[in-house]
Structures are given as C-alpha cells and as structure tokens.
C-alpha cells in the first residue's frame, strides 16, 4: 500500500504529492511493541498479555474482543517462508484444549473472575501481521470459514504507521451457525462450548441477513447503502446478535434481520436521542441485543427516511 504526503510550495499552497517512503520495521519486536501499546485502537480489541506460554507454544499476543467475547491470538512475521494454515490450526487447538489458561490470564488482567463458559469459543480467531503476505498465503487464509486473519504493517520515514486488514475474498457460502430466529432465545452470554478446531464458525454479514425474508433483506439493503452513502469508512462488523455499523471503534448503529422484522437499534444514552414523534422504544432498563437506549422493529420501509433523521443523530457524534 503506497502513501502519500501533501507537497507544499512557498505560498504554504497544496500543490501535488510526495510518496511516502516505507523503511519498514527493524525487527519482528518493534512491530509487535507498537501494537501491543495500541491494541484498542488499531484492532479494537483489549491486550491480555505478551510472550503467552501454553502447551508447547510462545503465543506473541493475546487479546480479547469484547464485542465476539473471544480471545484473539496475534502473531507477528519478518519473512514468509511459514504456513499461515499449519501455524494458526496449532494455535487454535492448543487455545481449546488449554482454555482454563487463557480465563486465567483473562481474570488476572482484568482482575476479574470468570469462567470457561462466560466465553464464546466458537468466535476465537488468530490475526497475523507481517509486511506482506504471498500469493499462497493470502489464498490459503481466504476462506471466510477460518478463523485466521492476515493484516499487513509498514513504517514510514516520517514516522507513520499504517495496518491494513486484508479482506476475504473466497466467498465459499455456508449455512449460518448459532445464529438466531425470531422464536429462539438468544443471549449475549449464552455457553457455547467447543471441544473440537471444526466447531469454530466465524460470523459473516451474510448469516445474519440470510436469516430475513426477502423484504427485510431488502429493508438492510437500503439502510446499508445509506450509511455507506453517509460515510465510507464505516465498519461493518457482525457479531451473533446484531450487525454493528462501526466508526472510531464505536457502533453508530445495529442491524438484526429477522424472519419478519428487521430490529434496530441506535447507539445513543436514554436522553441523548431527539425522536419527536417517539417511534423508538426505551430499553436502557430492559435487556437488549444492540447497543444504545433505543430500539424499533420495523416490517416495511414507511417511515424509513424519518428513522434515518434518527440514526444520523448518532452518525454525528461518532464521526
């Protein structure tokens, strides 16, 4: 990924652009140090530990994803002479064989006290950095159905750091996985316990709004395209609950098609959202999927241009 600074001439006027000179890391550790400071803000996700021994492994990184409640494994690389698949599969199955490992250095950080089931182990990934990647290694990790993500890091001369998450793009379909209908009944803190590498299943986009009948497919459609309209840096992040529209780390707002309905919930404190004709219901008191105090349920796109007034109410704050 090439970049570019803005040339300046004597006037102080943007007249063209000088490319950017990429140096590189001096060593793996460099690259893993300036990570391991910036965990939340360049993955969003929160640091656990460094150097993390278990089973036979040296893991360089373990996080965590509050949004997946899953652990995330994070390896860094110099060369491309590794097989991306072969070290993340023994990655993966030592992390399930040695869960209580990992709880305990989640409670030791965080100085909490939970248990293997407080976790979905079925949303456990491994993310591997590197500067770049081969042409096999980015096919092999392509599958949306493994749990392994490729993201490339640079440093430039001027001190710039850029981290790219390379995107999947062997689209294989699949049937959704513990992903819920209309009369299921769904938490964010159900168990789910994995014994087994197979059982891990990635959540994608797709599973949830393959879930809606075609109208409420159609319903995310035009609601997804508008957010995209709004603002193209969004981050779309879809967890078993809820599809998150992300900018800055933070949920604008969340989708959830259903069989019939398609719910939403926008990302504003009880108070903070200016709806005058009360169409959102209030469940900062009840339990609820999505973030924020505001929740609808909508079957047809009637009033759809006055709920996206709303949404963009929380667009604004978090952009």
Request: hydrophobic share 35%; net charge neutral; charged share 30%.
């Amino acid at each position: 990924m090439k970049l570019y600074q803005l040339k300046m001439n004597e006037a102080g006027q943007k007249v063209g652009l000088n490319e950017m000179t990429a140096v590189g890391f001096n060593k793996e550790r460099q690259l893993q140090n300036i990570i391991e400071a910036n965990l939340a803000l360049t993955m969003d996700i929160d640091f656990i530990a460094s150097e993390f021994t278990v089973g036979k492994y040296r893991m360089d990184t373990i996080g965590y994803d509050r949004d997946m409640r899953a652990f995330v494994i994070i390896e860094y690389k110099r060369t491309q002479r590794y097989s991306v698949i072969d070290q993340g599969t023994a990655y993966l199955n030592t992390l399930i064989n040695h869960k209580a490992d990992f709880v305990l250095a989640y409670n030791e950080k965080f100085n909490e006290r939970r248990r293997t089931n407080d976790f979905d182990w079925t949303q456990t990934r491994v993310a591997f950095i590197a500067q770049k990647f081969d042409e096999y290694q980015r096919d092999a990790a392509s599958n949306p159905d493994l749990p392994i993500e490729l993201y490339t890091a640079d440093c430039f001369a001027n001190g710039v750091v850029s981290l790219n998450k390379l995107e999947k793009t062997n689209n294989v379909p699949r049937n959704a996985n513990n992903v819920g209908n209309d009369n299921m009944e769904l938490s964010k803190n159900d168990a789910v316990k994995v014994k087994d590498i197979k059982e891990l299943t990635p959540i994608k986009e797709s599973d949830l709004v393959g879930k809606g009948s075609d109208s409420v497919q159609e319903l995310y459609e035009k609601i997804k395209e508008t957010l995209l309209d709004w603002d193209a840096n969004f981050e779309i992040k879809a967890t078993k609950v809820y599809i998150g529209f992300r900018l800055n780390r933070h949920n604008v707002v969340d989708l959830l098609p259903q069989k019939r309905k398609l719910k939403i919930w926008i990302n504003l404190d009880k108070g903070e959202l200016d709806d005058p004709e009360g169409l959102f219901r209030d469940v900062s008191d009840t339990g609820h999927w999505g973030n924020g105090a505001y929740e609808l349920s909508i079957v047809n796109d009637e009033r759809l241009e006055y709920i996206m007034s709303l949404i963009k109410q929380s667009w604004r704050k978090r952009k």
